[in-house]
Nanobody
Framework: QVPLVESGAGLVQPGRSPRLSCPSS????????MTWYRQASENQRELVARITSGENTNYADSVKGRFTISRDNAKDTLYLQMNNLKPEDTAVYYC????????????????WGQGTQVTVSS
């Protein structure tokens, strides 16, 4: 079972304000830094927004002021509120959960969802 499953958006008109969700399972959700990434066509995957376990946030310049990342630890869910969408926001959006491990550990705590398509077009 994939611990992260993104949902939301799909085909959206420019200027609309949908919200992406990423519920988690089998994770101590509150302990993870959660990040939204996106990848458009053959471009590199880029960071969109990040929220730490202490709820500090940071955003890509391209979405600052339009997108808001949030988390509900009671529901083990990450959100991305996207306002005033533009065609250049078209991409597959991925949810990532990351937690540091001790140096030399033989395991990692880094999980990805399967992605959800956001297409901004009239």
């Amino acid at each position: 079972q994939v611990p992260l499953v993104e949902s939301g958006a799909g085909l959206v008109q420019p200027g609309r304000s949908p919200r992406l969700s990423c519920p988690s399972s089998r994770l101590t959700f509150s302990a993870y830094t959660m990040t939204w990434y996106r990848q458009a066509s053959e471009n590199q995957r880029e960071l969109v927004a990040r929220i730490t376990s202490g709820e500090n946030t940071n955003y890509a310049d391209s979405v600052k002021g339009r997108f808001t990342i949030s988390r509900d630890n009671a529901k083990d869910t990450l959100y991305l509120q996207m306002n005033n969408l533009k065609p250049e926001d078209t991409a597959v959006y991925y949810c990532n959960a990351h937690r540091p491990v001790p140096i030399g550990a033989s395991y990692e705590l880094d999980y990805w969802g399967q992605g959800t398509q956001v297409t901004v077009s009239s």
